[in-house]
């Protein structure tokens, strides 16, 4: 798969069933941005990092914490997979999804650790940050 396709047959790049079935529903339509909880969001996000979809990255990205601007993926990066290892509510507008993230540059693995922490906004789940392990 290429890091812009979104041929709906696709399996998700978060581990879900086809692309379209999955995140890419949150990504393009009318269910743009309306992950229902902060666990489809988290894997979204993934999703969106693995294809490049800045814009999607932005948007779904609180504002008090919202970088001005993001990279695109260095082209010898490649994601390997997302484990979701645990997603918590605290009430109906916080919660936290801890998980991780495998991927490969320049022959190398690497593996990002986070327990992201996301708040709803008038029905709308973001990300605010997270601490790494």
Request: proline letters at 8%; charged letters at 25%; glycine letters at 6%.
């Amino acid at each position: 798969m290429t890091k812009t396709s979104s041929t709906p047959a696709l399996p998700c790049p978060c581990g879900g069933a086809k692309y379209s079935a999955c995140c890419g529903r949150w990504h393009d339509g009318p269910e743009a941005m309306l992950a229902p909880t902060a666990e489809a969001l988290m894997r979204s996000r993934y999703s969106a990092f693995v294809m490049d979809k800045l814009p999607y990255l932005l948007a779904t990205w609180h504002a008090s914490t919202r970088p001005s601007s993001l990279e695109p993926n260095p082209p010898d990066l490649k994601w390997l997979g997302l484990a979701i290892k645990q997603a918590r509510s605290q009430d109906a507008d916080h919660a936290t999804v801890e998980f991780v993230a495998r991927s490969r540059q320049a022959g190398r693995a690497h593996r990002m650790h986070e327990t992201s922490r996301f708040v709803r906004e008038d029905g709308q789940w973001y990300y605010v940050d997270g601490d790494l392990s």
